[in-house]
């Protein structure tokens, strides 16, 4: 009998010290006879109770379609996933064979020489069939190092309802944002938007729409703390103390879903992956009401930042053929298809949006636009490291504690410490 897929527990305390290449997990697996067998273990960093419900279903496909492979599915919480995969990888032991990686880890797990290099090998079944931008952060000094499982931007969500009672229409800009707030307030007593104040990935919709970003790649410089980055400081400061939106200094997921599933916003900003959870609030027992629209545009226009995630291969993975052919089947087009179908998430094949799990989609019809518009935040290995200083100020920001201003020159100089002989 084939064995079912498992979970494991992770490893509470991961050595540091050890500098060995190799996993001594025991999932050795023969590929003499050409047929697959031992163990691969995947890091999976979706949502608990929705998302990874449908992925340990798509993993067991795996199973049934190579008997002798036992998959050991682990769920790792996003938040912990990327130094949990580095402190392992570093060690040499209690790396999985395969992670789930958010696209700006991926360029920096490669630099590390934590990555399988994926060219030429299973694993990138029909490479022409990925979108251009989602294949960009698979790749690091000319060589693929993951192959793009899901992409995503961001978008508002709102409470038809709530929106119907105020007689109020989605915002377009940020001024008929606070306006809209303001009519909503009136009206029903509620809040107009939840603005998770805890992570600065939040922000980037506000920093692209007043023309800023984070950094120049290609001129290595900067730009964070540019009159840009400040002034979209300032925009996000003044839909708080307006009373336009409400924020968070801890806890922000929760307490902005709850906000939201529970009625006492009337919007959040947030992407294809909080679909399947905002779904289960008693707000939206009727699917049908909860509405989707493009984040309001800034001075310079609409800036929703390009997301996803990558299945990328452990460089010291013991059973290498087996993890090769679970990321070719994990992110195939029958694969996200059902993805699409189940959770409303985006495919990164473009074959599979004529799929009818991804036509018959509203979700996926609806920000497969978007993501064609999003911003591409820079593939370098610094990028994941550049949110930490921006958290801190944008927090600060968001709960008074300091000045636009301030918050953008501090955030810039946390930067060019980070990135030696930036600009």
């Not at 996933?81 to 570093?90: D, R, V, Y």
């Not at 209690?94 to 880890?105: C, F, K, L, N, T």
């Not at 840009?228 to 307490?255: C, I, M, Q």
């Not at 452990?314 to 990321?327: L, T």
């Amino acid at each position: 009998m084939r064995r079912g897929i498992t979970a494991t527990a992770l490893v509470a305390t991961l050595a540091l010290a050890a500098t060995a290449c190799g996993s001594d997990d025991e999932s050795g697996g023969s590929k003499s006879s050409g047929e697959l067998s031992g163990t691969v273990t995947w890091w999976d960093t979706s949502n608990v109770g929705s998302e990874d419900k449908v992925f340990k279903k798509i993993a067991e496909g795996f199973e049934k379609k190579h008997p002798k492979v036992d998959v050991k599915y682990v769920n790792v919480p996003f938040g912990e996933a990327q130094n949990k995969f580095k402190n392992a990888a570093q060690a040499g032991s209690g790396a999985p064979d395969v992670i789930r990686s958010e696209v700006a880890w991926t360029p920096e797990f490669a630099s590390l020489g934590y990555l399988a290099p994926l060219d030429g090998t299973t694993a990138l079944k029909d490479q022409d069939d990925f979108l251009k931008q989602a294949a960009a952060s698979t790749k690091y000094e000319g060589k693929t190092f993951a192959v793009p499982q899901v992409i995503d931007s961001m978008g508002i969500f709102y409470n038809k309802k709530m929106f119907k009672d105020a007689g109020v229409e989605p915002p377009a800009k940020i001024a008929d944002l606070k306006t809209i707030a303001k009519k909503i307030k009136d009206k029903t007593g509620k809040t107009g938007l939840y603005l998770r104040g805890d992570d600065s990935y939040y922000f980037l919709s506000f920093l692209y729409g007043e023309g800023g970003d984070l950094v120049d790649a290609d001129s290595k410089k900067v730009t964070v703390d540019s009159a840009e980055g400040v002034k979209a400081f300032g925009v996000v400061k003044d839909l708080v103390d307006s009373g336009a939106a409400r924020t968070d200094a801890t806890d922000g997921w929760e307490n902005m879903m709850q906000s939201f599933k529970n009625g006492d916003v009337a919007m959040m900003i947030n992407g294809p992956w909080a679909v399947a959870d905002t779904l289960t609030g008693k707000q939206f027992t009727d699917k049908a009401n909860l509405g989707i629209s493009t984040v309001p545009a800034g001075s310079a226009g609409q800036g929703a930042p390009q997301g996803g995630h990558n299945l990328g291969v452990y460089a010291g993975s013991k059973n290498i053929d087996a993890s090769y052919a679970f990321v070719e089947y994990m992110t195939s087009v029958e694969s996200q298809a059902q993805t699409a179908g189940e959770l409303n998430l985006l495919p990164t094949r473009t074959s599979a949006y004529s799929k009818k799990e991804a036509v018959d989609s509203e979700i996926v019809q609806f920000f497969k636009p978007v993501v064609e518009t999003s911003v591409e935040r820079p593939w370098i290995p610094e990028t994941g490291s550049l949110f930490a200083p921006l958290n801190v100020e944008y927090t600060k920001v968001l709960t008074g504690q300091t000045t636009p201003e301030k918050a953008a020159k501090s955030t810039g100089d946390s930067y060019r410490k980070l990135l030696e002989g930036w600009k």
